[in-house]
């Protein structure tokens, strides 16, 4: 079992930056692989980006890369999304995501655990 914790959302202006975190639970955390999802009103949730294991091998929605990034601590149980030159379309409901396998994926079904989710709203 992984209890997941997202925290770092806020209010910021275009243009303008945030760092999300996400504290997980466990003794077995290195051997998740780890995802960032969004979700804003009245649309599906959407992969962001992912990490495996180890931390070698990241992927990301066209949507964001080259502004945010990826990144994870096996030491302190934590995940971490640099968000840079946010937009407002990047405003959502920022999840956290842990699947009990070294290799992540981009789809909502391969992932076991959860977080509550933190806001991320983008001012224009």
């Known amino acids: 079992q992984v209890r997941l914790v997202e925290s770092g959302g806020g209010l910021v202006q275009a243009g303008g930056s945030l760092r999300l975190s996400c504290a997980a639970s466990?003794?077995?955390?290195?051997?998740?692989?780890m995802a960032w999802f969004r979700q804003a009103p009245g649309k599906e949730r959407e992969f962001v980006a992912s990490i495996n294991w180890s931390g070698g091998g990241t992927n990301y929605a066209d949507s964001v890369k080259g502004r945010f990034t990826i990144s994870r601590d096996n030491a302190n149980n934590t995940v971490y999304l640099q968000m840079n030159s946010l937009k407002p379309e990047d405003t959502a409901v920022y999840y956290c995501?842990?699947?009990?396998?070294?290799?992540?994926?981009?789809?909502?079904?391969?992932?076991?655990?959860w977080g509550q989710g933190t806001q991320v709203t983008v001012s224009s």
């Open positions: 466990g003794r077995t955390f290195s051997s998740y692989a």
């Open positions: 995501a842990a699947r009990s396998g070294r290799i992540a994926y981009r789809t909502t079904r391969e992932y076991d655990y």
